[in-house]
């Protein structure tokens, strides 16, 4: 199913008035896509909420510095609840009814995406993970002290 459909209009010519070619426009066909995911990647500084069909081509994305907020503000679960809100609304026009959230990273975002996916009825979270990496073993340790 492709997203974009070829419809043609008349171009009229300014000389003589009349209809002299067919002029093709693309108008854009917007899919309904029944299930989505939802990443949250929440640091210690920003969160960034993107939105993706099952097949994980994008749809919305929205962060905290984009819904305006700056410096230290953005790292609040304010700023987290109105970029999950942003991208959410942006989604709207495909009729997403279920979403899989996928939580990484340490930031304060994480519990506020959360509580505001809980009060939002509009969409059914059939999935709650968290994919933050975890290191195996972490770097070398520094050298023991002498004293």
Known sequence: MDTTSKTTTPVVSAKSGSTSGVKKVAKKVIKS?????????????????????ANGNTLAWSSSGQCGFKGSRKSTPYAA????????DGVRQYGIKKLAVYLKGPGTGRDAALRYLRTKRDFEVDLIADVTPVPHNGPRPPKARRV
Do not use: H, M, P
């Not at 029944?34 to 993706?52: M, P």
């Not at 609840?81 to 959410?88: D, G, Q, R, V």
């Open 33 to 53: 896509i029944a299930e989505g995911r939802l990443y949250i990647q929440s640091s210690f500084n920003n969160t960034i909420v993107t939105i993706t069909d």
């Open 81 to 88: 609840t109105t970029a999950i809100e942003k991208a959410l």
